[in-house]
């Protein structure tokens, strides 16, 4: 009788392991495929350099494939280096060094943000005042993670991008810098 029992026992632990196994598959966290941001970042990236000089449509079905919506989109014909700093966003923005390396020899210009959410942390915020007292004490906040993609097309081929394994939304939504 014992023996039996184990033996279900044995039975049903090696059938939800093997569920395990399987679901875990199913969402991508099987054998070799990467799981943390920063790795499958770094397979976009081989990727999309693999994909230079493709055409724009190839490449944005391609991102688009892999899960992520456009932030922003912007094309220019001979752009100054102002009207690139411009665009830029408060993390994901061209140096003054790119613009002239990018956009110095002058053409036809696109330029696509693309965002993946990869994650979100929690967390709690209070005050003490001056007398000891807490206020907002329990403020949570969801700080959202996302994956980043900045494709630059010229003449309607890739030339190149750029990823951002993690970037939380202060560096993104918003991050517009309004100089005046």
Known sequence: MKQRQRARLAASASALAGLAVLL????????????????????????????????????????????????????????????????????????KKEIEEIFGAGGAFRVVVYSKLVGRDATTMGTVDAMGMTGGKDASFDIEKHTVIRAVFKDGALLLSKVWPVVDQAGMSGGMLFRR
């Not at 054998?31 to 994909?51: C, D, F, H, I, N």
């Not at 991102?63 to 411009?86: I, M, Y």
């Open 24 to 95: 875990a598959a199913a969402h991508g966290h099987g054998a070799g495929a990467p799981q943390k941001p920063r790795e499958q970042a770094k397979v976009y990236e081989s990727t999309l350099l693999g994909m230079t000089g493709q055409p724009f449509g190839k490449v944005i079905a391609a991102v688009e494939g892999w899960g992520f919506e456009c932030l922003d989109a912007w094309e220019a014909v001979d752009p100054a280096p102002k009207d690139v700093a411009g665009h830029n966003r408060k993390k994901v923005k061209f140096s």
